[in-house]
């Protein structure tokens, strides 16, 4: 087996890892600078509220994940990866250049539906992404390719989240840094796009399907038929409804609760990000190369745990006077140490637990159908995700309760659906996994 230095420099899994990476770091570029000029006024957003819009945001981008998912399986499955790739490449540059023009034009309309186009790309982008890992990594690799996907996909939610919040902190609200930043971004992802090796077809036979409700129901159904598979996936795409969950209300916690600047965002968004690739790769590192479920309850327990302890310590810790800036936080009080700890944990905790059911996806999925199988993957997690935001505006701005008491239901539904998670998935592990053959 190749050791994770040598297999992130190969020439087969660094171009898609290098793709990944610039696609990740350009949705949170984008996203973060949204709802960083949304929440502190930058552009004009007709009195809505500021919560309603930033849950409305991500209802928005993860919206076509389920209307397109199923189809992009399909396509996936019948076309040539590695050419699929470029045009989607090809694709997010130009959404970059409609989102440049409504930062430059202060209109959040525009901002919405490029945030929405996002959306269409990486539901297109995400069937492949995952379907060519067991392709060109060997079996006793997965762990570790995985590992290094979500450790590289983590690095980039937190040098994007970074970026975007300083470009806009140190821009004096002129936009036009954060258009070029996005455009230049897109453009590396479509030449890192160029080097990945052509992928083989498995079956050019499939007739795409462009009835997203038909499609989408077969995809599911299809999903169904395999129980581990089903398990699994929902297992992945409840922990896209916690993250959701809790990510999506950062820059609305950071501002009522500890009355900070954008930095500080950028800050808390950033060190759940870090935990989630130090999660990552001590999951590898504490399980094994083999393909196993033992670090999924280690992960599901600490999502409980810690979702109690950052709502404690958000519910003691004094609202400052004052809007404080980054170096603020560091000087003001123990407390806000306790924040930034609680938020580390749970990253560590969702790595734990999402890697090795990413993983397990993949060596359970037949090899005609992965794409599909990865595609019904984004419609359960579309179908969460978009709970996730229905539930926070329902929780947040129509019943007007307290955000800590939000984030304290959340984690109570999560233990129970990982008990059950636990319960369900065991007896099922003993099936063949598919990874090489079918």
């Not at 965002?265 to 130090?278: D, E, H, M, N, R």
């Amino acid at each position: 087996m190749e050791e994770k230095s040598s297999l992130i420099t190969s020439k087969r899994f660094l171009p898609m890892f290098l793709t990944q990476f610039f696609g990740a770091l350009n949705d949170n570029v984008y996203k973060q600078s949204l709802l960083l000029v949304i929440t502190y006024g930058l552009v004009q957003h007709s009195g809505n509220n500021i919560s309603f819009l930033n849950n409305l945001a991500a209802l928005l981008f993860i919206l076509p994940y389920f209307i397109f998912s199923a189809t992009a399986g399909q396509i996936a499955d019948k076309f040539e990866r590695a050419k699929l790739i470029r045009s989607i490449k090809i694709l997010e540059i130009i959404i970059m250049l409609i989102g440049s023009f409504g930062f430059l034009l202060g209109h959040v309309s525009l901002l919405l539906f490029a945030l929405f186009l996002m959306g269409v790309h990486s539901t297109f982008f995400g069937p492949i992404k995952y379907a060519i890992l067991p392709e060109i990594l060997k079996p006793n690799e997965l762990m570790s390719g995985n590992a290094l996907f979500q450790t590289g996909t983590s690095l980039a939610i937190l040098f994007g989240m970074i970026l975007g919040g300083a470009i806009i902190s140190l821009s004096g609200g002129s936009l036009i840094w954060v258009c070029i930043a996005v455009v230049i971004i897109a453009c590396l992802g479509y030449l890192a796009s160029r080097f990945i090796a052509t992928q083989p077809v498995n079956d050019t036979n499939i007739q795409i399907d462009w009835h997203f409700l038909r499609t989408s129901l077969q995809t599911i159904r299809y999903a169904k038929s395999i129980p581990i598979i089903y398990v699994i996936l929902l297992g992945n795409s409840w922990y896209w409804f916690y993250g959701a969950s809790y990510l999506t209300q950062i820059p609305e916690l950071t501002h009522q609760y500890l009355n900070a600047s954008e930095n500080v965002v950028s800050l808390l968004l950033t060190l759940f990000s870090l935990g989630i690739g130090v999660g990552s790769l001590l999951c590898k590192k504490i399980a094994g190369s083999e393909v196993n479920f033992k670090m999924v309850p280690i992960g599901a327990i600490g999502l409980t745990i810690f979702a109690f302890y950052l709502s404690i310590v958000l519910s003691l810790t004094p609202k400052s006077p004052t809007i404080l800036g980054l170096a603020d936080v560091f000087t003001h009080g123990q407390m806000y140490y306790h924040v930034m700890l609680a938020i580390i944990l749970l990253g560590i905790s969702g790595g734990f637990y999402i890697v090795p059911l990413y993983a397990l996806m993949q060596a359970y999925s037949p090899r005609s159908h992965r794409a599909r199988v990865v595609a019904a993957n984004n419609i359960f997690n579309a179908i969460f995700m978009v709970a996730s935001a229905l539930f926070s505006i329902v929780v947040l701005s129509v019943l007007k309760i307290d955000m800590t008491i939000l984030f304290c239901i959340t984690a109570i539904f999560s233990a129970c659906f990982c008990f059950w998670l636990v319960r369900r998935i065991q007896p099922l592990l003993h099936q063949k996994p598919t990874t090489v053959e079918d």
